[in-house]
C-alpha cells in the first residue's frame, strides 16, 4: 500500500486543520499500519487559491488531490479503517459531522449552544460514542482546540461534564500531543523562515531514491516557464541526493530543428543545470514500437483514418470512432502501413482504446501514434512515424528510472492518462507532482505565438528582449542569479497566479544595484552648455565607479569651465538659485538665455559655490564636461509585446498586437563609456540600470537597453 500524502495549509483557521492532524497521527501509531500518513505544511492559509476547501488535502497514488476537511477525514477514515478500529457507527459519523459543522465557526451564540449539548451527551459518558477512544472523540477534540471561543469557555470551568472530557481526551498521546507539535512546526518555520518558498511538498517514497527528469521539445528555444520547471527538478535530485535526467523529447520532426537543441543545453548551462545524464526519447523509439504493439495486440489500441476535424468532434461529443472495434489483426496490419508510410499508413493514426466518453477529455481514445515521413534531425529517415508525447513520456519516464514527475499543473487532466499507459502494460507505476507554470501579465509562452512573431518580424528573433525567452530576458538585462532567486522564491505551489513582471525586475535590482558602476550620460536633443565662473581650467579625476563598492574599481571624471546639461533640468532654473551639480558642488544659475520664453533653453551661466550645502538645494543635475571625449550613445526602452493581460482561448493575438514597443533615444555619456563591452551593467545616473547591447565601435554608436527595476 502506498502512503497518503497530507498537505496542510499552517495559516489555514486551526479548527480546519487539526481534527485531520489528529487522526492522520492516531493511524500513523498504530502498530500494523503497512503504510504511515505522509505530513508537509505550506506556510499559506490555501493550498489552491481558487477552492475556500483548500485549508487541508490529501493526495494518494494515481488520484487527484482531495480537498476539505470533511472530505480529507472521510478518505482517512475509510482507507485506514483496521488501524482506527472502525466499525460501522453512525453515531460516530454524527459526532465527526458534529465536530466540522458545529464548533468550527466564529458564531458566540451558535458555539456556546454546541458546547451545552456537548456537556449534557458528556453527563454520564467518558467517551462520545462506546466504550473507547475513537474519531469521533479526536475530532471533536481538535476542532474544541482550534475555535478560541471554545477554549476560552472551557478554561472558565462552567461546563464540568465537558472539561472532564476534555482534559482526559488532553491526556491520551497521540491526541493531545498533536496540537503541541503543530505550533512548535509554526514557530520553528517562522524562526528559520527565509526569503524563498516553502519546498516540503511530501514527496512520495522518497527513501527507495528520487530521479527526476526535464524532458524540453527541442522546437524552440528556452523561456522562463521552462527555466522553473528545470530549476525545481534540479532542486528536488539534490534535496533527495538523486538524480537529475535532461531528456529531449524529440518526437516531433516537423518542429524540432538541431539548432534549438544546442541552444537549450547552452541555456541551461547558463542556468546552472547540467543533469547527471541527458538523454533523448529517439534513443527509445524501438521499444516504444513494441510496446504499441503490445496494446495492440491486448485490444487496447487501434488504427484510425477518421479524419481530423471529425475525430476532435466525436471526442468532444463522446461519440465512437466507426474504426473502434477493428480486429487485433487488422490493427496490426494498418500500423504496419503506417511504418511503411504508405498510403494507406499515412490516413491513419494509432489510438489508445481507453474511453468514449469519459467526462474527463483526455482519456477519451488519445492518439499515441502518428505518421510523419519527414526526416528526424537525430534517426534520419529511419522511422515513418512517432509515438505522442502523451504516450512517450509515462513509459520513458518508467524505461529511464523516473521515480517523480514534476511538471506544471495544465496536465493535470492528462495524470489518469499518463498513469493509464503504465497500467495497461503493466510498468512501474511514476509519481506525479504537479506544480504552477508561470504566467506574467502581457505576455506569451506559447512556443507557437513567439514563432508567429519571429516569423512576421515583429521582434529580431528567439533573443529579442522583449521575449520571455531565457535568451530574451538576459538581453533584457536579467541576471541569471536574480532568475534563479525568483523561481525558487515561488516554489512548486499548485497555485496558478497571473504574475507582474515588477517583481522578478525588483529581484534583479537587489542583484545588480552593489555591483554596477555609475556613469552619466544626457539626452542629447537640445543639449544645453554651461560655462562656470570660477573654473579656470580642465582637470581629471580618479573616482570610484560605485561609491559604496570600492572592488568595481575607478573611472575618470573631468571637470572643466563648461559643461554640458540636459535641456528638462535646464528649463526648470531660474536665475539666482542654487543648484547641486552632482559629485562636484553647488552653483549659482546667475543667466538664462532662452530667445522664446515657450522654447528651449540655448545656455547658461553658473558661479560654482563648493561651500553650498547640497542638502538644502531642490536641484540636483547631472552633468558632462565639454573638454572630454564624449561617446555617443543610443539608450533603448521597451514596452509589451500585447496590450491584454491575458489572452483567453477564443482572443484572435492579431487584436492585442501593441503597435508600440521600442523606444530609443540618442545621448552622450562620459568618456569610460568607450571601455563598457557587451553584456555589461551599469547605471546612469537617473536615468536607470542598462545593459550594454553593443559597444561604441567604428563611429557607430553604444547600445543601451534600459532594465526594469521593479518600479511602475
Same mark, same amino acid.
Given at each position: 500500500m502506498s502512503q497518503f500524502n497530507l498537505l496542510v495549509a499552517q495559516k489555514a483557521p486551526a479548527a480546519d486543520i487539526y481534527p485531520s492532524l489528529i487522526i492522520a497521527n492516531l493511524i500513523n501509531k498504530h502498530e500494523y499500519v503497512p503504510a504511515p500518513v505522509a505530513v508537509a505544511y505550506q506556510d499559506i492559509d490555501l493550498l489552491e487559491k481558487s477552492n475556500k476547501a483548500s485549508a487541508i488535502g490529501v493526495q494518494f497514488e494515481g488520484q487527484d488531490t482531495i480537498y476539505g476537511t470533511d472530505a480529507v477525514l472521510k478518505k482517512l477514515i475509510e482507507t485506514y479503517r483496521s488501524a482506527l478500529g472502525r466499525k460501522e457507527s453512525k453515531l460516530e459519523d454524527e459526532w465527526v459531522t458534529f465536530g466540522l459543522t458545529r464548533l468550527g465557526g466564529k458564531d458566540f451564540k451558535a458555539t456556546t449552544a454546541a458546547l451545552g449539548e456537548l456537556n449534557d451527551h458528556l453527563s454520564l459518558r467518558t467517551f462520545l460514542v462506546g466504550y473507547q477512544v475513537t474519531e469521533a472523540d479526536a475530532t471533536v477534540w481538535g476542532a474544541l482546540n482550534g475555535n478560541n471561543q471554545a477554549v476560552a469557555a472551557i478554561r472558565r470551568n462552567h461546563l464540568p461534564n465537558l472539561v472532564r472530557w476534555f482534559k482526559y481526551v488532553s491526556a491520551i498521546e497521540h491526541i493531545g500531543t498533536v496540537v503541541e507539535a503543530f505550533k512548535d512546526e509554526v514557530l520553528s518555520k517562522k524562526k528559520s523562515k527565509s526569503k524563498e518558498s516553502n519546498f516540503e511538498i511530501g514527496l512520495l517514497d522518497t527513501e527507495q531514491g528520487v530521479v527526476t527528469r526535464f524532458p524540453p521539445e527541442p522546437s524552440g528555444y528556452l523561456h522562463i516557464g521552462h527555466a522553473k520547471a528545470a530549476m525545481l527538478n534540479q532542486y528536488f535530485a539534490e534535496h533527495y541526493k538523486g538524480k537529475l535526467i535532461i531528456r529531449f523529447d524529440d518526437t516531433n520532426p516537423t518542429k524540432e530543428k538541431q539548432e534549438f537543441q544546442d541552444s537549450i543545453i547552452e541555456d541551461l548551462r547558463l542556468l546552472g543545470i547540467h543533469g547527471d545524464v541527458i538523454t533523448y526519447t529517439s534513443d527509445h523509439f524501438d521499444r516504444l514500437y513494441e510496446e504499441a504493439i503490445k496494446l495492440i495486440k491486448m485490444g487496447k489500441a487501434y488504427c484510425d483514418d477518421t479524419i481530423q476535424e471529425k475525430m476532435r468532434a466525436e471526442r468532444m461529443d463522446g461519440i465512437a470512432s466507426v474504426r473502434r472495434d477493428r480486429t487485433v489483426e487488422e490493427n496490426l496490419r494498418l500500423?504496419?502501413?503506417?511504418?511503411?508510410?504508405?498510403?494507406?499508413?499515412?490516413?491513419?493514426?494509432?489510438?489508445?482504446?481507453?474511453?468514449?466518453?469519459?467526462?474527463?477529455?483526455?482519456?477519451?481514445?488519445?492518439?499515441?501514434?502518428?505518421?510523419?515521413?519527414?526526416?528526424?534531425?537525430?534517426?534520419?529517415?529511419?522511422?515513418?512515424?512517432?509515438?505522442?508525447?502523451?504516450?512517450?513520456?509515462?513509459?520513458?519516464?518508467?524505461?529511464?528510472?523516473?521515480?517523480?514527475?514534476?511538471?506544471?499543473?495544465?496536465?493535470?487532466?492528462?495524470?489518469?492518462?499518463?498513469?493509464?499507459?503504465?497500467?495497461?502494460?503493466?510498468?512501474?507505476?511514476?509519481?506525479?507532482?504537479?506544480?504552477?507554470?508561470?504566467?506574467?501579465?502581457?505576455?506569451?509562452?506559447?512556443?507557437?505565438?513567439?514563432?508567429?512573431?519571429?516569423?512576421?518580424?515583429?521582434?529580431?528573433?528567439?533573443?529579442?528582449?522583449?521575449?520571455?525567452?531565457?535568451?530574451?530576458?538576459?538581453?533584457?538585462?536579467?541576471?541569471?542569479?536574480?532568475?534563479?532567486?525568483?523561481?525558487?522564491?515561488?516554489?512548486?505551489?499548485?497555485?496558478?497566479?497571473?504574475?507582474?513582471?515588477?517583481?522578478?525586475?525588483?529581484?534583479?535590482?537587489?542583484?545588480?544595484?552593489?555591483?554596477?558602476?555609475?556613469?552619466?550620460?544626457?539626452?542629447?536633443?537640445?543639449?544645453?552648455?554651461?560655462?562656470?565662473?570660477?573654473?579656470?581650467? &580642465?582637470?581629471? !579625476?580618479? *573616482? $570610484?565607479?560605485?561609491k559604496k563598492n570600492e572592488a568595481i574599481g575607478? =573611472? /575618470? #571624471? @573631468?571637470?572643466?569651465?563648461?559643461?554640458?546639461?540636459?535641456?528638462?533640468?535646464?528649463?526648470?532654473?531660474?536665475?539666482?538659485?542654487?543648484?547641486?551639480?552632482?559629485?562636484?558642488?553647488?552653483?549659482?544659475?546667475?543667466?538664462?538665455?532662452?530667445?522664446?520664453?515657450?522654447?528651449?533653453? &540655448?545656455?547658461? !551661466?553658473? *558661479? $560654482?559655490?563648493?561651500?553650498?550645502?547640497?542638502?538644502?538645494?531642490? =536641484? /540636483? #543635475? @547631472?552633468?558632462?564636461?565639454?573638454?572630454?571625449?564624449?561617446?555617443?550613445?543610443?539608450?533603448?526602452?521597451?514596452?509589451?509585446?500585447?496590450?491584454?493581460?491575458?489572452?483567453?482561448?477564443?482572443?484572435?493575438?492579431?487584436?492585442?498586437i501593441n503597435p508600440k514597443t521600442e523606444f530609443k533615444e540618442l545621448a552622450v555619456a562620459d568618456c569610460n563609456i568607450a571601455d563598457v563591452k557587451e553584456d555589461d551593467i551599469l547605471q546612469f545616473e537617473r536615468k536607470g540600470y542598462y545593459r550594454c547591447d553593443k559597444p561604441a565601435k567604428d563611429g557607430q554608436p553604444a547600445v543601451f537597453f534600459c532594465i526594469p527595476t521593479g518600479k511602475k
Open positions: 500500423f504496419e502501413e503506417m511504418n511503411k508510410a504508405s498510403e494507406e499508413g499515412r490516413i491513419n493514426c494509432l489510438r489508445a482504446k481507453m474511453s468514449v466518453d469519459n467526462p474527463n477529455k483526455a482519456m477519451r481514445d488519445p492518439v499515441i501514434y502518428r505518421c510523419n515521413p519527414e526526416p528526424h534531425h537525430r534517426t534520419g529517415s529511419k522511422y515513418k512515424m512517432y509515438p505522442t508525447y502523451d504516450f512517450a513520456c509515462p513509459l520513458v519516464d518508467c524505461f529511464e528510472g523516473v521515480t517523480h514527475a514534476l511538471r506544471t499543473i495544465e496536465y493535470r487532466d492528462r495524470n489518469p492518462q499518463y498513469w493509464w499507459m503504465l497500467e495497461a502494460l503493466g510498468l512501474r507505476k511514476v509519481h506525479v507532482w504537479d506544480f504552477s507554470r508561470l504566467n506574467f501579465v502581457k505576455t506569451l509562452l506559447s512556443k507557437r505565438k513567439l514563432a508567429w512573431f519571429v516569423s512576421e518580424g515583429l521582434v529580431t528573433g528567439w533573443d529579442d528582449p522583449r521575449f520571455p525567452t531565457v535568451r530574451g530576458i538576459r538581453r533584457r538585462g536579467l541576471t541569471i542569479e536574480a532568475l534563479k532567486q525568483f523561481i525558487l522564491s515561488q516554489g512548486p505551489s499548485k497555485n496558478v497566479v497571473n504574475l507582474d513582471w515588477t517583481i522578478i525586475w525588483a529581484f534583479n535590482k537587489k542583484v545588480i544595484d552593489p555591483v554596477s558602476p555609475r556613469h552619466t550620460a544626457l539626452t542629447k536633443q537640445g543639449l544645453v552648455e554651461a560655462t562656470l565662473e570660477g573654473v579656470s581650467a &580642465t582637470t581629471v !579625476e580618479e *573616482k $570610484l565607479k560605485h575607478m =573611472k /575618470k #571624471v @573631468t571637470f572643466g569651465p563648461s559643461v554640458y546639461l540636459e535641456q528638462g533640468d535646464a528649463r526648470a532654473f531660474k536665475e539666482g538659485e542654487e543648484i547641486t551639480l552632482m559629485d562636484w558642488g553647488n552653483a549659482f544659475v546667475t543667466k538664462i538665455v532662452r530667445p522664446d520664453p515657450a522654447g528651449d533653453v &540655448t545656455s547658461l !551661466e553658473l *558661479k $560654482l559655490h563648493l561651500e553650498g550645502d547640497f542638502k538644502k538645494t531642490e =536641484k /540636483k #543635475v @547631472t552633468w558632462l564636461a565639454k573638454d572630454q571625449n564624449l561617446v555617443d550613445v543610443e539608450l533603448v526602452d521597451f514596452d509589451y509585446l500585447i496590450t491584454k493581460d491575458k489572452l483567453e482561448e477564443n482572443d484572435d493575438l492579431k487584436d492585442f
